[in-house]
């Protein structure tokens, strides 16, 4: 059977350690994750939904500017959350260096991993992983900033060629497994992403729905 996000998946994951360099000046002083989306801080928007799902603890990993972000969360309990915060000092580990980080805290089942700064109306719900994936990826439209797109797919498996290509929103279901044989320290995700591929384990699903990679002041402002 397929694990959903909720009572199959009751942990996630998101990422807020990036510096958000193409963001700057605004990142000088606040966190990419804080900055204000429609009346609310971006990651808030995924924390509300992550509590109407039923997940139980959501793993924040923090670098740069993590103290506002521990004093504008606090430990989740508005959310009905518990939050555990995985500090990565000055420097973040990347993607795959900050969940593997984090894993002792996700637990032994598929986990979310949300890139905090992403914004979007799909349902984490609809979401689910087969059990002989590694990892399920959602993927959108290739953006006018990533043209080329990232992976292409093939009925539901994730390859590296295609008919056509698609871009990772930032947002999957990950099993513990997919990090097997990694080394702590700061390494990406993408390597571990194509390997599980590789091996015919990386699934994926479409979504045609709004999305937006917060990665300027021009995308955050065409989103106000």
Request: aromatic share 8%; net charge positive.
């Amino acid at each position: 059977m397929n694990a959903r996000v909720g009572a199959d998946a009751p942990r996630a994951m998101l990422l807020a350690a990036g510096r958000g360099e193409r963001m700057r000046p605004l990142t000088d002083t606040v966190p990419k994750a804080l900055l204000m989306v429609r009346g609310k801080p971006l990651i808030v928007h995924h924390l509300e939904q992550l509590s109407r799902l039923g997940v139980q603890r959501v793993v924040i990993n923090l670098a740069w500017l993590g103290a506002p972000i521990r004093a504008a969360l606090g430990d989740g309990s508005r959310w009905s959350l518990r939050i555990h915060y995985s500090d990565e000092g000055s420097e973040a580990l990347e993607t795959g260096g900050g969940i593997l980080r984090a894993l002792p805290w996700l637990g032994e089942a598929p986990f979310l991993v949300v890139n905090a700064d992403v914004f979007t109306q799909f349902d984490f719900a609809q979401l689910a992983i087969a059990p002989e994936a590694l990892a399920q990826l959602l993927l959108v439209p290739n953006p006018d900033h990533n043209p080329q797109g990232d992976f292409a797919l093939s009925g539901t498996r994730v390859t590296d060629q295609g008919a056509r290509a698609w871009t990772y929103a930032g947002i999957g279901l990950f099993r513990p497994e997919l990090f097997a044989g990694c080394t702590p320290g700061r390494f990406p995700l993408l390597p571990l992403l194509r390997r599980a591929g590789a091996l015919g384990r990386l699934h994926g699903q479409r979504y045609l729905g709004p999305w937006t990679d917060v990665g300027s002041p021009e995308r955050l402002a065409a989103l106000q």
